[in-house]
């Protein structure tokens, strides 16, 4: 049973700060997984969690009790590194033992916890090892183990998967998501790669300059970003961002002509219209409708393709199209057809999004 | 060297590029001689030959007969030499395990201190290590003036905070002498295991400290079950070293208390001793060139082995951070 709150919580070091007010739930068995991009704030956020920084301003609790004050052995959480942080000078048994000795388990309890976890991590052939004598997704695992062992009311992750090659990682990842399945356990995840996000969250928590951009599912995040930043960071390749200016329903790019969008939202006469690669097609020769674009490249690859092309202003498009259509050579002209009801609407100051009603 | 034919091919020309080739390890050779020299002449030649002088019998510098290992026999089992020998032996055994204890284990609470980054750690970063860069002659000859029995700072000090009772001839009581040397030993260089262990502290990669919070908040474990272990190889050098410098002790000694060990050969060390018998001087009277290699080559021995042995067994216990 784990129930976390954060309130107002904020973080600064010296004069610089990290966190600007972060409010926050997080449910028993929850998946949350903090994303952002570099700097945003997500792995201080975990830290001050784990109680290895302490909070500058605000109120954090585990079960309805303040954490303020608790060393973060007592906190009933456990943590995984990126690095691991493997004792080096510990087997792999010394490893996991380490933490649950000094929790007071019994030498019984102890050595039970550490079969169970080895059996479910296939660690078992490596109790007896050094951490140097392993590979880096066999000391993962043991850094994950270490954390089971404890059976703690929370996980923290941090960017577990950055230093495993593509390959492990997507293996990982799974491994991550049916561990959660069966432990059951509140889980948070901190990682900056947003397909990690999207693969494992129940809920994603999107940070940018210390603050909370938008809390959802993953798609939640995907159909109704809040905001031009977080439908920009969702979804990969990522969504274009088109400055038009709005007549009516027809929507003009310039350079480019104008589109109909019959459904759009009340928005000012300026907008910048988000299109994901898969709502926008190349009209087909001929067609008049769309915007002019020029075509500037296509990524081949095999069941799908991405093309890639320029407006008049200037701005890249790109979009996924059908690999047998791919007959245009760069700097042919073309058209693109956006799909109206797959378009979000944002203001061009704020960034917001304009929702329909 | 013989003549080039007169097609050209001969050995002389052939050898040509190989000299011009060899430029650069003539230049090499060049700088390597002198060093090699100097090691050959004035380290390894006077090992060599005090291991050869400490088999004859010496008059004076003459050299006399070949006499077997007789000079060992008698610095180590024959009076009144012997008995010189182990007390002297006794007494560097002492100074190693005090300041093992004093120096060292100040050197590691003052590097914790400094890597916790405590208030002033920048100063006191600096401050630790400035008596190290001081000449020992210099520490030696200012200390035993602090040390004065009537004149010296420690004394007055004392008599000015109202513990003159407390008051004594630090280096000339048999009781406080050899303390004394070890206290200002472990003063002028306490600074360098200071800054091995903190070298050693500053290396322990953050996570595995962030990892240790998370499962203890014991200060003690962590030290003791984490720090302590990943910094073993500051550890190994600087208890080897300091076993080396125990043993080799003579600097400090010589400059407070003189080649006698006094009073009474409470402060005799193997160096003093080992020095007297070599070169003599005016007390002792005696100069046995033979017996003083004798000790010179039994200390050698004795460290070279000591250290050698317990490198082995500090380096298998260190691991690869």
């Known amino acids: ?357 | 060297m013989p003549a080039p034919t007169l097609n050209g091919i001969s050995r002389t020309p052939a050898r040509t590029p190989r000299l011009r080739v060899s430029g650069r390890g003539l230049w090499i050779t060049f700088l390597l001689v002198p060093p090699v020299v100097v090691m050959a002449l004035f380290v390894i030649y006077p090992i060599f030959s005090a291991l050869a002088y400490a088999f004859y019998d010496w008059q004076g510098l003459a050299r006399g007969d070949f006499v077997g290992f007789a000079n060992f026999e008698k610095v180590l089992f024959q009076q009144p030499f012997a008995a010189t020998t182990w007390n002297a032996f006794k007494n560097n055994i002492f100074v190693f395990f005090a300041l093992m204890i004093i120096q060292n284990g100040l050197g590691f609470i003052l590097a914790y201190a400094l890597w916790r980054d405590l208030p002033g750690a920048r100063f006191h970063r600096i401050a630790v290590f400035l008596p190290v860069v001081l000449s020992t002659v210099i520490i030696g000859y200012v200390w035993k003036l602090f040390f004065h029995p009537i004149f010296g700072a420690v004394n007055q000090l004392l008599k000015a905070v109202g513990l003159g009772s407390l008051a004594t001839p630090w280096l000339g009581d048999a009781d406080t002498a050899l303390n004394a040397l070890i206290f200002v030993n472990a003063w002028a260089w306490v600074g360098f295991p200071t800054l091995v262990f903190l070298a050693g502290l500053q290396r322990i990669p953050s996570e595995i400290l962030d990892a240790a919070r998370m499962e203890t908040d014991s200060e003690l474990t962590l030290i003791r079950r984490v720090i302590w272990p990943l910094i073993a190889p500051s550890a190994t050098v600087c208890f080897v070293l300091l076993f080396i410098g125990s043993f080799n002790w003579f600097e400090l000694p010589y400059i407070m208390v003189g080649l006698d060990g006094s009073p009474y050969g409470n402060t005799d060390v193997l160096g003093l001793y080992f020095y007297r018998t070599a070169f003599g001087n005016q007390s002792a009277g005696i100069q046995d060139f033979g017996m003083g290699s004798a000790l010179a080559v039994l200390m050698f021995l004795f460290i070279a082995v000591v250290a050698t042995t317990w490198t082995i067994y500090l380096r298998k216990r260190e691991i690869e951070v």
């Not at chain 1, 007010?21 to 784990?50: Q, W, Y």
């Not at chain 1, 329903?249 to 350079?255: E, I, L, P, Q």
């Open chain 1, 1 to 357: 049973m784990a129930q976390l709150s954060l309130r107002g919580v904020r973080k600064n070091f010296r004069n610089v700060e990290v966190l600007r007010g972060i409010d926050l739930e997080i449910h028993d068995r929850e998946l949350v997984v903090f994303v952002g991009p570099s700097g945003c704030g997500k792995s201080t956020l975990l830290r001050l969690i784990a109680g290895l920084d302490d909070i500058s301003e605000g109120e954090f609790t585990l079960n309805g009790r303040s954490m303020l004050n608790v060393p973060p052995s007592k906190r009933d959480i456990a943590m995984v590194f990126q690095s691991y942080a493997l004792y080096p000078h510990m087997n792999v048994y010394e490893n996991m033992a380490f933490g649950a000795r000094l929790m007071g388990l019994s030498k019984d309890e102890v050595q039970k916890r550490i079969d169970e976890t080895a059996a479910t991590l296939q660690l078992g052939p490596l109790l007896q090892r050094k951490p140097r004598e392993l590979s880096g997704g066999q000391r993962q695992r043991v850094a994950i183990g270490r954390a089971l062992v404890r059976k703690p009311a929370v996980f923290l992750l941090d960017e577990p998967l950055s230093n495993l090659d593509a390959a492990l990682r997507s293996e990982v990842r799974l491994e991550i998501a049916k561990l959660h399945n069966d432990i059951g356990g509140t889980m948070i995840y901190v990682t900056h790669d947003q397909v990690e996000a999207m693969t494992l969250a129940d809920r994603i928590v999107v940070l940018r300059d210390g603050v909370i951009e938008q809390v959802g599912t993953p798609r939640e995040l995907y159909e109704t970003p809040a905001n031009a930043f977080v439908g920009t960071f969702i979804g990969s390749p990522r969504m274009s961002l088109l400055k038009a200016v709005r007549d009516g329903d027809r929507f003009g790019v310039a350079g480019s002509g104008a589109v109909l969008l019959p459904e759009a939202p009340e928005t000012g006469a300026t907008v910048t219209l988000g299109i994901r690669p898969d709502a926008m097609a190349l009209a087909p020769a001929g067609d008049a409708d769309g915007f002019e674009a020029e075509f500037e490249y296509a990524e081949y690859l095999g069941n799908e393709a991405y093309i890639y092309a320029r407006l008049g202003d200037g701005t890249r498009i790109s979009l996924q199209g059908d690999t047998k259509a791919l007959t245009h050579r760069p700097g042919d002209a073309v058209r693109l057809r956006p799909n109206p009801a797959e378009i979000h609407y944002f203001d061009s100051e704020t960034g917001r999004s304009f929702r329909r009603t």
